[in-house]
């Protein structure tokens, strides 16, 4: 099994074979860091999002040297985070009156500064 071989296994999306061997052919990546880099780039949320719908072609990775990046580590902001079904606790709370998560969030400051 040759180096692209066992890269195009190990990559998630498997479209654009022949550009992603040209890729492979002029760039010559080293296979080990290529393989180490896919190993927690798959897991990334960027990848895993929407069905891996956003994990780019094999040969944009390559072009951009994506062996090379790093993991990405969100900061805390210290603002609280919306919850994953918004519009749920919104109907809860306020009869679904929101129209977007930014206006969800504002109401529900309304409500809690108007509770104390």
């Not at 296994?9 to 896919?38: I, S, T």
């Amino acid at each position: 099994m040759t180096d692209f071989d066992q890269f195009w296994a190990a990559y998630p999306k498997r479209v654009a074979k022949g550009a992603a061997y040209k890729a492979w052919v002029k760039l010559k990546p080293p296979l080990a860091e290529v393989l180490a880099a896919l190993a927690w780039q798959v897991n990334q949320p960027g990848w895993l999002k929407d069905g891996g719908q956003w994990v780019p072609h094999a040969s944009t990775w390559l072009h951009s040297w994506g062996w090379q990046d790093e993991p990405f580590h969100p900061v805390a902001t210290g603002r609280p985070r919306m919850p994953h079904d918004w519009r749920s606790e919104c109907a809860a709370t306020h009869d679904s009156r929101c129209t977007n998560a930014t206006f969800h969030s504002a109401k529900m400051a309304e409500q809690a500064e108007a509770q104390s």
